[in-house]
């Protein structure tokens, strides 16, 4: 990573492996507090309003009573650190289309999530690391980062305001974007500052919020030789969005809101592709009572660049999400996305990304959680002959075997079909993963 990030990259995530080792060795050591019993019936009635109440949400966001970790007192806070490991096989590392070369890779995932228990405010922080140590392919191991700080006041009555900031450390797979005969996968760095707040009057509630984005992304090098130069993507990225919600009941609202971008790049060969992306929306969010919920917004977007030589770009803008309980214990998800967005290749002006989901969660047992999940991509660049197209199949399961153990799998099939004078190589891989997490 570039020197600015250079100690979160190497030395933050080696200390929070530590801190979660530590805080769950003497947490195991420590025994659990006594709880306070309660009345037979009064068990009985709270379980059943739970059971009820979970019925109604996605399975992935529902309570296991039986099964999730108590977490660490400290004050006014809740830690609840987690540390999984894993072993995984890739049957296409350097994502080629012939000549594939399969690896095995170790991972270890640490993770601190403090939580408070404020009775009016809240306040979150998050701090993961992801470690990948390939057996054969050295160059391939990585190391991501994420650090998420929020803050949340209930300042008046209906009237809240946040803060949220964000730093990442993350890794770009081969094949798309970073050649195939790249010496390593890409690295980047995101940093994040967002202010958001919302007030409420009777039917009618006000929403915005302000943001910032930094990317740096870090030079690379073909195995052949010679440098991968790519700075022309580093950019900052200005967002703030203005949102009026109608609600005509507590199960059915409508929307409208004006999402306005400035994207500026900081490599003096990319400033021709600065520009001022306007997306404006309206929609809906309902609830057919435990059965479906569901916001989609629908709209239209333009980007307009600095460099009048180029062509505004326009397009249909969409994005909903659709949460469908067909059964108590089955949830399936839909997502949908239409907007602009950033190609990564320096021809490349700008793109048009669509995408589509599909995801199945199901609760086999009250322990036992499958999920499977389907996406399709699509990318098409402008100022290039190019036109991307990226399957995504998803597999994965979680077992939860008691308050401190939990056995993950997952395994996903990655496929990139490129089209067009300017196409990519296209590529399948994939990838499996079995992990034991231990938690509190």
């Not at 701090?127 to 650090?147: E, H, I, M, P, Y």
């Not at 010496?183 to 958001?196: A, E, H, M, Q, Y």
């Not at 490349?348 to 047992?365: C, I, M, P, R, Y």
């Amino acid at each position: 990573m570039k020197n600015s990030s250079s100690f979160a990259y190497i030395y933050l995530p080696l200390g929070l492996t530590l801190a979660a080792g530590l805080t769950l060795a003497g947490a195991a050591a420590a025994a659990d507090k006594p709880q306070v019993p309660v009345k037979a019936q009064e068990r009985m009635t709270k379980e059943a309003r739970r059971d009820a109440w979970n019925e109604q949400l996605p399975v992935l966001k529902r309570e296991h009573p039986d099964f999730d970790p108590l977490g660490v007192e400290m004050g006014s806070f809740m830690l609840y650190p987690s540390l999984t490991v894993g072993a995984g096989s890739d049957d296409n590392v350097n994502s080629t289309t012939s000549g594939k070369t399969s690896d095995t890779y170790l991972r270890v995932t640490p993770e601190l999530d403090f939580k408070s228990r404020f009775k009016r405010h809240s306040a979150s922080l998050l701090l993961r690391g992801n470690f990948n140590r390939f057996s054969k392919q050295k160059s391939d191991d990585v190391s991501t980062f994420l650090a998420d700080a929020a803050v949340n006041l209930d300042l008046a009555d209906d009237f809240q305001a946040g803060l949220q900031l964000t730093h990442e450390d993350a890794v770009e797979k081969r094949g798309q974007v970073v050649p195939s005969d790249a010496v390593k996968p890409g690295t980047f760095s995101r940093d994040r500052i967002r202010l958001n707040g919302s007030k409420v009057f009777d039917h009618i509630q006000l929403s915005g919020y302000v943001q910032t984005q930094k990317y740096q992304f870090d030079n690379n090098a073909h195995t052949g030789g010679g440098v991968i130069d790519f700075s022309f993507r580093d950019r900052t990225e200005d967002q703030a969005q203005a949102r009026v919600d109608y609600a005509f009941s507590r199960n059915f609202v409508v929307f409208g809101s004006l999402t306005g971008t400035n994207r500026d790049y900081e490599s003096t060969a990319s400033t021709a592709r600065d520009s001022k992306i306007t997306n404006y929306q309206v929609g809906t969010r309902f609830n057919l009572s435990s059965l479906v919920s569901a916001e989609i917004g629908v709209g239209y977007y333009s980007q307009d660049f600095s460099n009048p030589l180029l062509k505004t770009i326009d397009g249909t803008s969409i994005d909903g999400h659709l949460d469908w309980n067909p059964t108590a214990l089955t949830t399936i998800s839909f997502d949908a996305v239409s907007q602009p967005a950033d190609p990564g290749i320096a021809a490349a002006n700008s793109a048009k990304l669509g995408t589509f989901s599909v995801q199945v969660d199901h609760e086999l047992l009250r322990n036992l959680i499958l999920t499977g999940r389907y996406q399709t991509s699509q990318l098409d660049l402008v100022g290039v002959d190019r036109n991307d197209q990226v399957n995504i199949l998803d597999l994965s399961g979680t077992w939860l075997m008691s308050r401190r153990l939990a056995l993950k799998f997952t395994y996903r099939n990655y496929d990139l079909n490129s089209s067009g004078a300017a196409a990519a190589a296209g590529f399948t891989d994939n990838e499996a993963l079995v992990a034991l997490q231990l938690r509190y």
